[in-house]
T-cell receptor
Framework: DAGVTQSPTHLIKTRGQQVTLRCSPI?????VSWYQQVLGQGPQFIFQ???????GRGNFPDRFSARQFPNYSSELNVNALLLGDSALYLC????????????FGSGTRLTVV | GQNIDQPTEMTATEGAIVQINCTYQ??????LFWYQQHAGEAPTFLSY????GLEEKGRFSSFLSRSKGYSYLLLKELQMKDSASYLC?????????????FGAGTRLAVHP
């Protein structure tokens, strides 16, 4: 069984650009959550999607947006990139809204220059 | 507010036992997770506690006291491959959904 897959693995962008990160959850899982992990810190919650609807949003600016598709895959979009957006972006897959735990993907390392 | 504290770094000797502590102050507590994370990789699940007491899983054990807002992860028979960051995460339920609130992680270095 495939785990949680994220693409791309690494990405370098310039300040002011826009980026789209992708996540495919474990087959049968209906929930995807996004986390941002800045170097040396723990992951911070950005969004949770369940059954294609946004169910929760963390304390991030409106430059961050996401969506979930009918096949339960998800995209995270970040507009007007800032240097501070440089981080590891993690996708977590869950069969429900988190009651049975989470499986993380390997992440996308975003560097903004 | 939501706050989770754990030591920044720890060192230990191969074959020894190490205990990593975590204290938390969160609302909507709905369980506590421990994850292992090697540099640049995904966090991998180690253990989960929702009720008070000890959960044992091979070389790893985790303890929870909800009244004290305290948990620890116990690693026995340390191996070099256990060198990693260990993340304490509280699952908090609020606004109709669960989210994980992470501590900053404890970097464990195991030396021969």
């Amino acid at each position: 069984d495939a785990g949680v897959t994220q693409s791309p693995t690494h990405l370098i962008k310039t300040r002011g650009q826009q980026v789209t990160l992708r996540c495919s959850p474990i087959s049968g899982h209906k929930s995807v959550s996004w986390y941002q992990q800045v170097l040396g810190q723990g992951p911070q919650f950005i969004f949770q999607y369940y059954e294609k609807e946004e169910r929760g949003r963390g304390n991030f600016p409106d430059r961050f947006s996401a969506r979930q598709f009918p096949n339960y895959s998800s995209e995270l979009n970040v507009n007007a990139l800032l240097l501070g957006d440089s981080a590891l972006y993690l996708c977590a897959s869950s069969p429900d809204m988190g009651e049975y735990g989470y499986t993380f993907g390997s992440g996308t390392r975003l560097t903004v220059v | 507010g939501q706050n989770i504290d754990q030591p920044t770094e720890m060192t230990a000797t191969e074959g020894a036992i190490v205990q990593i502590n975590c204290t938390y102050q969160t609302s909507g507590f709905n369980g506590l997770f421990w994850y292992q994370q090697h540099a640049g990789e995904a966090p991998t699940f180690l253990s989960y506690n929702v009720l008070d007491g000890l959960e044992e899983k091979g070389r790893f054990s985790s303890f929870l006291s909800r009244s004290k807002g305290y948990s620890y992860l116990l690693l026995k028979e340390l191996q070099m491959k256990d060198s990693a960051s260990y993340l304490c995460a509280v699952r908090a339920f609020s606004g109709g959904y669960n989210k994980l609130i992470f501590g900053a992680g404890t970097r464990l270095a195991v030396h021969p």
